[in-house]
């Protein structure tokens, strides 16, 4: 007898943490397992950070914070959008949550209805889909491959567009790809949107400050979609904080209000340490942002040479984020020892058991046929991990 919701049954497992999973599994029983499977900055939190956490815990900061998060908080989120982004927005459409994955929940299940459809460009963060399934909507996957650097155009937008469509689910910098969407393309899409006034875009801009153009652009700059646009950010990627776990929105007033009762019901508000913490983030010194990011293109030049040096892998030059997302089609079909590799998800499954290095197939970003590793580690483990994975994918006959 099936004791479950269909609403949980119809759910799928996150094949990233999965991976993480398995990978914890074989370091714990001794072997030496490269874990490129996780979206996770390898920094500690920076240290003025974690002064202002210990400085609130000092003072008492150990009571419930407002369901929409301390207003010093949301008053540096309103500067930072103004100072970095150019974005004026009032405290009332700030809303702070546990991650900017809650963050994404709170926005679709408060403007989605039942069989409304969300379209999510592919590749895309396992994640999507699945909110989108809670809130009883419909995904209506738009792909773009390697050679279109994973970025949909304007013309399959609009063709992917019902009197049905509510939302555009779009993630610049992109995980799984670390593709960027510039100024022009972001343009070109908002086009699209102004034209179907029932569409609203979710911006999700966690990446923001792990981009290697130069200035971040958002889709919410242009006016003749600014009020249809929730853009969704946190500080867990740009300042190495994924376990303090604050995200948050700026939306539109009314979004931003039916999130916060929506939150006000479920969890409350975020902690009001962690609260303390990304006060300080926002407000205090900046060069620990440019210092990761640095390293971050720095690792991104050495996997890109050296996963380009291994036949039968498609690679790209992602500008941003921190992953690498190369075609391996040409490994499909392929065996070794009498197992054959059908899946994208076989291959990353056959390169942890045999090359002790953890990634993730594409197959469960709606892309078969890719792999996503994560270079947020060291330039040591990257070489270390890339050589064991060209010797594994000799081996597939």
Wanted: contains cysteine; negative net charge; hydrophobic residues 40%.
């Amino acid at each position: 007898m099936d004791l479950l919701s269909a609403r949980l049954t119809a759910l799928s497992p996150s094949e990233t943490f999965a991976m993480a999973q398995k990978s914890n599994e074989l370091k714990a029983s001794g072997i030496d397992v490269i874990n490129m499977s996780v979206g996770e900055p390898d920094f500690t939190t920076p240290e003025h950070i974690k002064q202002a956490a210990k400085k609130a815990i000092d003072d008492n900061y150990s009571f419930y914070s407002p369901v929409a998060g301390f207003p010093d908080l949301k008053k540096a989120v309103c500067e930072k959008l103004k100072n970095e982004n150019e974005l004026e927005y009032t405290l009332a459409q700030i809303v702070v949550s546990g991650g900017a994955k809650q963050s994404l929940c709170n926005v679709i299940l408060s403007i989605v209805d039942k069989e409304e459809e969300v379209i999510i460009p592919a590749p895309y963060w396992v994640s999507y889909p699945e909110m989108v399934k809670l809130a009883e909507g419909k995904s209506i996957f738009v792909y773009a491959g390697i050679e279109k650097d994973f970025k949909i155009t304007p013309q399959q937008l609009e063709e992917a567009i019902t009197p049905r469509t509510k939302a555009l689910i779009l993630c610049s910098p992109s995980n799984p790809t670390g593709s960027v969407y510039t100024k022009e393309e972001l343009k070109a899409l908002a086009d699209v949107i102004a034209r179907h006034k029932q569409i609203y875009v979710i911006a999700d801009e966690i990446y923001e400050h792990i981009n290697y153009i130069g200035q971040h652009e958002s889709i919410a700059q242009f006016e003749n979609i600014r009020d249809r646009v929730v853009v969704v950010n946190g500080v867990s990627k740009g300042y190495a904080m994924t376990g303090w776990r604050i995200g948050w929105i700026a939306a539109p007033q009314w979004i931003a209000s039916a999130c916060s009762m929506l939150q006000g019901q479920y969890t409350s508000g975020p902690s009001s340490i962690s609260q303390k913490a990304a006060v300080a983030a926002y407000t205090g010194d900046q060069s620990c942002v440019s210092e990761m990011r640095t390293a971050f293109e720095r690792r991104r030049n050495l996997i890109v040479e050296l996963l380009g040096q291994i036949p039968g892998l498609k690679v790209n030059n992602p500008m941003g984020a921190f992953y690498i997302f190369p075609e391996c089609t040409g490994y499909l079909g392929k065996s070794y020892n009498g197992k054959i590799i059908k899946t994208a998800t076989d291959l990353a499954m056959y390169l942890l058991e045999e090359a002790h290095v953890a990634c993730v197939g594409g197959d469960a970003f709606g892309a078969p046929g890719y792999i996503r590793l994560s270079y947020a580690t060291s330039d040591e483990n990257i070489t270390k991990a890339v050589a064991r994975i060209a010797v594994a994918l000799e081996r597939l006959k």
